[in-house]
C-alpha cells in the first residue's frame, strides 16, 4: 500500500483534476488504514482525527471537495507528519 502521505496526495491532485468518484473512495481507503492500523495513540491526537473525520465527511456529504483538499492538506497531513508517519 502506498504511504499515507502519498495517497493524500493523489487525493489533492483528484480534486483539481475534477475525478470526485476517486476521490470518495480514497478517503475511506485512508480512514479505514488509519482507523484498523490505530495510527494515533495519544488521546490527543485521536481526538484530533476524530475531528478531521468528522470535517472530511461534511466535505463529501456537501460534496466541497475544495474543502476536502485543504483538510488534507493542512490538517491531516501535518498530524501525520508530528507522528513520523511521512
Known amino acids: 500500500m502506498e504511504?499515507?502521505?502519498?495517497?493524500?496526495d493523489q487525493i489533492i491532485q483528484d480534486v483539481f483534476q475534477i475525478n470526485f468518484?476517486?476521490?470518495?473512495k480514497?478517503?475511506?481507503?485512508i480512514s479505514e488504514y488509519i482507523e484498523n492500523n490505530k495510527?494515533?495513540?495519544?488521546?490527543?491526537?485521536?481526538?484530533?482525527w476524530a475531528q478531521i473525520l468528522n470535517y472530511l465527511t461534511?466535505?463529501?456529504?456537501?460534496k466541497d471537495y475544495?474543502?476536502?483538499?485543504?483538510i488534507l492538506k493542512?490538517?491531516?497531513?501535518p498530524l501525520l507528519e508530528k507522528e513520523n508517519l511521512t
Open 26 to 29: 480514497k478517503i475511506i481507503q
Open 66 to 70: 475544495l474543502v476536502i483538499a485543504d
Open 3 to 8: 504511504t499515507i502521505q502519498k495517497q493524500i
Open 74 to 77: 493542512y490538517e491531516l497531513k
Open 58 to 62: 461534511i466535505g463529501l456529504k456537501n
Open 21 to 24: 468518484n476517486e476521490i470518495q
Open 39 to 48: 495510527v494515533f495513540f495519544n488521546t490527543e491526537k485521536q481526538e484530533i
